[in-house]
């Protein structure tokens, strides 16, 4: 391994300056997980690597403010947020998700500002908090600028972030009265990446659905939303043909991708059958969460 620069600054400031808008080779590092796998593969061999662990421990709190928004410290880790009575209590799809992500060990390490701030399409969280209509902030040497989730990536491992900048805090609006679901297909283990994410978020009005956010995950360079179908469902009640209708429309409206999780036939075919599926669970309040399905 090629030596590299490690420092480890104490406030989130310091660590901006340490950073270089210009040098790809300069890399922040949160929990480490995925920069250490790069790193192992070969794929990325950095000239300093900057700390995150020791800046201030507001960057770490999750908590509601008096808007009802959840704000979660860019640095707090997945098993925080997993274990989080406030997340368990106002946003149970995100308690749920956090849960399935790789194993434990990793999620003790892993922060939800590097998750974000990573870009790679296959992760669970940019689809659920995109279709929650949650932003973050962006903190650089010229200040803190707000991005919705939805934005903030815009390709294979790219995003709308400068090199100098860094995801002080992550803000989910309330949930109000709607009701939100993430299915997670894989293709072995739960926790495994997803051949295909389909994360849901729909205001019921009685027995229709008033209008509906829906993101699918993994089946394309970047989380994407999926307009025909919520303009189909949009006013409507979700019967079997209506939701038909609406898997046919987001798997004919996107150009998916074939990996090594699956072909892009049958990611079509996974998306056309789990978007009704997914409406359907978020109707259905004793359902509300993230679910879970392998094949």
């Known amino acids: 391994m090629i030596p590299f620069e490690y420092l480890a600054p104490r406030t989130l400031e310091e660590a901006i300056q340490c950073l270089d808008p210009e040098d790809p080779d300069i890399r922040p590092v949160g929990g480490g997980t995925a920069i250490m796998l790069m790193m192992k593969a070969g794929v990325l061999r950095p000239t300093r690597l900057v700390s995150l662990r020791r800046v201030e421990d507001k960057y770490r709190e999750i908590r509601v403010n008096d808007a009802g928004e959840l704000r979660i410290g860019g640095m707090a880790s997945l098993a925080a947020l997993e274990q989080s009575p406030l997340l368990r209590g106002g946003w149970p799809v995100l308690a749920r998700t956090f849960r399935s ?166 990611k079509k075919h996974l998306l056309s059958v789990y978007l009704g599926r997914a409406v359907r669970a978020a109707m259905d309040a004793s359902k509300e969460g993230a679910s879970h399905d392998s094949h």
């Open 101 to 266: 992500l790789s194993n434990i060990r990793v999620r003790n390490v892993a922060t939800i500002g590097g998750n974000l701030a990573h870009g790679d399409p296959h992760m669970d969280m940019p689809p659920v908090l995109s279709a929650l209509g949650a932003r973050v902030l962006a903190t650089g040497p010229s200040g803190t600028r707000e991005i919705a989730v939805e934005e903030l990536c815009v390709g294979y491992y790219e995003t709308v972030l400068n090199r100098d900048e860094l995801i002080s805090e992550v803000i989910v609006p309330p949930m109000g009265g709607r009701r939100a679901v993430y299915f997670k297909v894989t293709t072995r283990a739960a926790h495994d990446w997803p051949a295909l994410g389909v994360a849901v978020s729909l205001q019921p009005d009685g027995g229709s659905v008033r209008n509906a956010s829906l993101i699918v995950g993994a089946a394309t360079d970047r989380p994407t939303r999926l307009h025909a179908a919520e303009a189909l469902l949009r006013n409507a009640t979700p019967s079997d043909e209506i939701l038909r209708r609406a898997g046919q429309a987001a798997a004919d409206a996107l150009d998916i991708v074939s990996d090594q999780h699956g072909s892009a036939a049958y």
